[in-house]
């Protein structure tokens, strides 16, 4: 058997992939892949693109911080947000994009610098992984 099951949770949904054949997701530490048979780990997972291959299609996922566990032929990311690619409202991107970045260069008090630049990492990533869509 050359697939293994994939559940992504957030905190509002789960999402049952069903069987895969690969998974690659953005750690903390790098990009790690996962196949048939991998052994028992757990990852952090960072904000990144999460690739799917099931059947022979690619998948594309924009996702947050969170961690994998692999189990058997068994992989579940527990992760922050997960947003298909085709899903992805570019527009609604590019407005998140452009309010982090008028944030960063602000030179208002109060400010909370970390939370902006998570915005912006989330925002270039929702961009990049809308762009993997056919079309």
């Given at each position: 058997m050359n697939t293994f099951h994939l559940d992504i949770v957030t905190p509002t949904k789960a999402l049952d992939l069903g069987d895969v054949n690969y998974l690659r997701a953005p750690g903390v530490d790098g990009l790690f892949g996962v196949m048939s048979?991998?052994?028992?780990?757990?990852?952090?997972i960072d904000i990144g693109g999460v690739k799917v291959v099931r059947d022979g299609k690619e998948l594309f996922f924009a996702t947050g911080r969170g961690y994998a566990e692999v189990t058997g032929q068994k992989a579940q990311l527990l992760v922050e947000s997960i947003e298909p690619?085709?899903?992805?409202?570019?527009s609604r991107a590019e407005s998140a994009l452009k309010r982090a970045k008028e944030r960063l260069a602000s030179d208002e008090v109060g400010i909370d610098r970390q939370r902006a630049e998570?915005?912006?990492a989330r925002a270039i990533n929702r961009l990049e992984m809308g762009k993997r869509v056919p079309g």
């Open positions: 048979g991998h052994r028992d780990s757990v990852f952090a690619a085709d899903k992805i409202d570019v998570t915005a912006l």
